[in-house]
């Protein structure tokens, strides 16, 4: 090891500085991109139940306009929003 090199991780260990940026910022952009995605699967799940509980709030016009009977309609509607 030269001599810059060597007061460069002698300063860094010094003043509490991580030798290696780079990894934490790697783990800091995983864990953004697992937090996103959670945050997107969670947001599917919502907008199924949603869906679910407007299908509960519609006439028999309606679901017949949709191609759905009322029994399919209700059997859906009930189901839990992870299913």
Do not use: Y
């Not at 800091?28 to 697992?34: K, Q, S």
């Not at 006439?59 to 949709?66: G, H, N």
């Amino acid at each position: 090891m030269n001599t810059i090199a060597t007061m460069r991780h002698s300063s860094a260990a010094l003043s509490g500085q991580s030798t290696r940026p780079s990894a934490q910022r790697g783990f800091v952009t995983r864990l953004v991109r697992v937090l996103r995605s959670l945050a997107r699967w969670i947001d599917n799940l919502l907008d199924r139940r949603r869906s679910r509980l407007a299908l509960l709030e519609m006439t028999d016009d309606q679901l017949k306009d949709i191609g759905v009977t009322r029994c399919d309609a209700h059997r859906e509607g009930i189901r839990p929003f992870w299913d």
